[in-house]
């Protein structure tokens, strides 16, 4: 009979990364964030960047326990997301598609980064930015998605409204690829083992 591999519980580390990372997502999103001139005033943020970097660092299931931790204590009410803003109502607004997609993202980059870490790490530097990018597409696929229903707008000017932080985005993935790799030489166990 095969032998069952037991998970292992989250011990006082996890939970101090998730904790952490959940309060770096407050910190980057209640900073002002910059308006960019689009049509439904979508902020820009370093929101996309800490998801990023948390789900490269931690893997699939403690990225996505703080990166779901934050989503789901801004939408009971806290002000945590851009402007000081929080509620269940923001799902009715334009915006509704990027918050859904944070813990998204965290699973495709989280289950990318562990498996980048565990079978290819010589090309880390290469297939980081690679997931990262995966996860963008998500987070702008849910976000187009958003403006659509919530902002009632036409697919073309959704798209139009969401290009404008595409090459932001980019330099975050580059920004968080870099961390990430830093981080990993200087913790070589922080995903390795998981």
């Known amino acids: 009979m095969a ?13 101090s990364l998730i904790a952490v990372f959940a309060a770096l997502l407050v910190v980057v999103a209640v900073v002002p964030p910059i308006q960019i001139g689009n049509l439904l005033s979508v902020p820009l943020t370093l929101q996309t960047l800490v998801v990023t970097l948390s789900a490269l660092l931690l ?80 987070s702008h696929l849910l976000g187009i998605i958003g403006m659509m229903i919530n902002g009632k707008l036409p697919l073309d000017k959704a798209i139009a409204a969401d290009v404008i932080f595409v090459p932001g985005d980019l330099v975050k993935i580059v920004l968080a690829t870099v961390l ?11 995903l390795r083992d998981r």
Not at 63 to 72: K, Q
Not at 180 to 190: D, S, V
């Open 3 to 15: 032998s069952v591999k037991k998970r292992r519980r989250w011990g006082a580390q996890d939970l």
């Open 59 to 138: 893997g699939v299931s403690r990225s996505f326990a703080a990166v779901g931790l934050y989503v789901l204590l801004g939408l009971v009410g806290l002000p945590i997301f851009a402007g000081f803003r929080g509620g269940i109502g923001l799902l009715a607004g334009p915006t509704a598609g990027y918050i859904i997609a944070f813990p998204l993202m965290a699973l495709a980059v989280g289950a990318l980064a562990t498996l980048i870490v565990r079978r290819a790490w010589r090309l880390a530097p290469l297939l980081f930015v690679l997931a990262g990018i995966i996860g963008l597409l998500i």
């Open 180 to 190: 990430a790799l830093a981080l990993h030489r200087a913790f070589p166990r922080l």
